[in-house]
């Protein structure tokens, strides 16, 4: 159970191209999901928290021009990055927590591996 | 400010034990999580300990103490596999999930 699906897993386009990235929650609801970025050989940076049919909520320092969050349904949340440039390539990781309580632990996409030329 | 150590790296032999702490100063604690992260894959969930002592986990035992702001992992019967970092992270008062920079474990043959 609690398995989310992340796609694409791998992108690679040109610089100014904006690129959107799907989340989903296959098997439960998710009324909460989580976006993070991490560069290579460092932890995990939490970009915003999505909450269904709500405003994300943005971290300090993170653009939300640059980075549009939607999370229109209960099992559906997509980053988009717009007019990426070489500095936007990282690993865009999601998770997603079931239920209300906020203490359950945040299950894991794949991952996006984003690469811009 | 909030703040959770770990060691960077640590290298174990197959087969063997291996202890990877965790210490941490944040404002409030509802629970504290470890995750194993391979090399370009996302983490997947270890364990959450919010009480005192030691929760077992087949090869994997998770342990806290809240009044000394501590955690271990404990890997025990070391596999290959095993390679990977494991991730610290600590709920504080808002829930907020504040993660500590991982530690890459080396297991050798």
């Known amino acids: 159970g609690a398995v989310v699906s992340q796609h694409p897993s791998w992108v690679i386009c040109k610089s100014g191209t904006s690129v959107k990235i799907e989340c989903r929650s296959l098997d439960f609801q998710a009324t909460t999901m989580f976006w993070y970025r991490q560069f290579p050989k460092q932890s995990l940076m939490l970009m915003a928290t999505?909450?269904?049919?709500?405003?994300?909520?943005?971290e300090q320092g993170v653009e939300k021009d640059k980075f549009l969050i939607n999370h229109a349904s209960l099992t559906l949340s997509t980053l988009t990055v717009t007019s990426a440039h070489p500095e936007d390539s990282s690993f865009y990781i999601c998770?997603?927590?079931?239920?209300?309580?906020?203490?359950?632990?945040?299950?894991f996409g794949d991952g996006t591996r984003l690469s811009i030329l | 400010g909030q703040n959770i150590d770990q060691p960077t790296e640590m290298t174990a032999t197959e087969g063997a034990i291996v202890q990877i702490n965790c210490t941490y100063q944040t404002s409030g604690f509802n629970g504290l999580f470890w995750y194993q992260q391979h090399a370009g894959e996302a983490p997947t969930f270890l364990s959450y300990?919010?009480l005192d002592g030691l929760e077992e986990k087949g090869r994997f035992s998770s342990f806290l103490s809240r009044s000394k702001g501590y955690s271990y992992l404990l890997l025990k019967e070391l596999q290959m596999k095993d390679s990977a970092s494991y991730l610290c992270?600590?709920?504080?008062?808002?829930?907020?999930?504040?993660w500590g920079a991982g530690t890459k474990l080396i297991i050798k043959p």
């Open positions: 999505s909450n269904e049919g709500s405003k994300a909520t943005y």
């Open positions: 300990n919010v």
């Open positions: 998770s997603a927590i079931t239920g209300g309580a906020g203490n359950q632990p945040q299950h």
């Open positions: 992270a600590v709920l504080d008062s808002n829930y907020q999930l504040i």
